[in-house]
């Protein structure tokens, strides 16, 4: 099985992912900026958690914190190149995790990734921003593989108040 990096692990998105990819036997190493037990933390830098095979990158704003836009570019900078980093001195599959705001209001629907984008609001460009930072690594060959994945509509149990 594959050690798999999950940012964001304990948040709501992250947890699941984490709970899943284990339950398939992968091992699991998750970094949040969250003190509720992980063990490691991007304002730190990226943790030393030595070699691993995939770097799945859900760390974010929640897009309702997303208040300063020059914080919120800046956090997006500097967590996604350290992951970027990270996962290319380990020649690891990069997957970033995006959202569906990066598109805006629908110009057409159903939407498809070849719609317009038009990102509204602090946490949609910081979204996009860690796109393209994404792509220019992917276009320079720094990274075997990567994926971005938009999410649209994510919601469950244990979700936190106000956000449906």
């Not at 959202?99 to 979204?127: C, D, I, M, R």
Request: hydrophobic share 40%; net charge positive.
């Amino acid at each position: 099985m594959s050690t798999i990096v999950v940012t964001g692990s304990a948040g709501f998105i992250g947890r699941r992912v984490v709970l899943f990819l284990e339950s398939q036997g992968h091992r699991v190493i998750g970094i949040d900026r969250r003190s509720d037990g992980v063990s490691y933390n991007l304002s730190r830098g990226f943790p030393d958690v030595g070699p691993f095979d995939i770097l799945i990158h859900l760390a974010a704003a929640r897009w309702d914190k997303a208040n300063d836009l020059s914080e919120a570019l800046q956090d997006t900078i500097s967590t996604t190149t350290q992951c970027l980093n990270a996962a290319a001195l380990n020649k690891a599959t990069f997957v970033l995790a995006s959202s569906a705001y990066v598109y805006g209001e629908p110009v057409y629907t159903p939407q498809s990734e070849f719609h317009p984008l038009n990102p509204q609001g602090n946490y949609a460009k910081a979204k996009l921003l860690a796109e393209r930072i994404v792509q220019s690594y992917a276009y320079a060959s720094f990274l075997p593989r990567v994926a971005i994945a938009r999410l649209f509509n994510v919601y469950g149990p244990n979700q936190y108040r106000g956000a449906v």
